[in-house]
């Protein structure tokens, strides 16, 4: 089965349906047309074997890279040359001997440690 991201005019990814492989190769005319859906379809992969990843409700489609991108977490974070979100601040190593866990707390711009309950 092959599966194809409907995408919106600001390129955002609104649903995810799946497509028989007779007719994975006219994926966007099956559902657009023969389907009667409409829309700009583009095949995304389950197996995360092109286009970076799975898209999923929400995410963007960057046309010029060819890939998915996952939504932004925070207004602060860049994506990177990879495609994937970074911090403005490297979030902190805990090394191996701590079980540490840390969130990003957008309004101080920092990494703040959790504390277990």
């Known amino acids: 089965m092959a599966h194809f991201a409907e995408i919106d005019s600001n ?11 007779e007719q994975e190769h006219r994926g966007q005319e099956f ?3 023969d389907l009667g859906f409409g829309g700009y379809w583009v095949q995304t992969s389950f197996n995360n074997n092109f286009r970076k990843r799975f898209a ?8 010029v890279a060819d890939v998915f991108n996952h939504p932004q977490p ?3 974070w860049a994506l990177d040359e990879n495609y994937e979100w970074q911090p403005p601040i490297p979030k ?26």
């Open 56 to 63: 999923g409700i929400g995410h963007t489609y960057d046309d």
């Open 11 to 21: 390129n955002e990814v609104i649903r995810v349906l799946v497509v028989d492989n």
């Open 74 to 76: 925070y207004p602060s």
């Open 31 to 33: 559902l657009a047309d």
């Open 92 to 117: 902190p190593d805990a090394g191996p001997k701590h079980a540490l866990a840390f969130d990003w707390n957008e309004e101080a711009q920092q990494w703040v440690e959790i504390t277990p309950p």
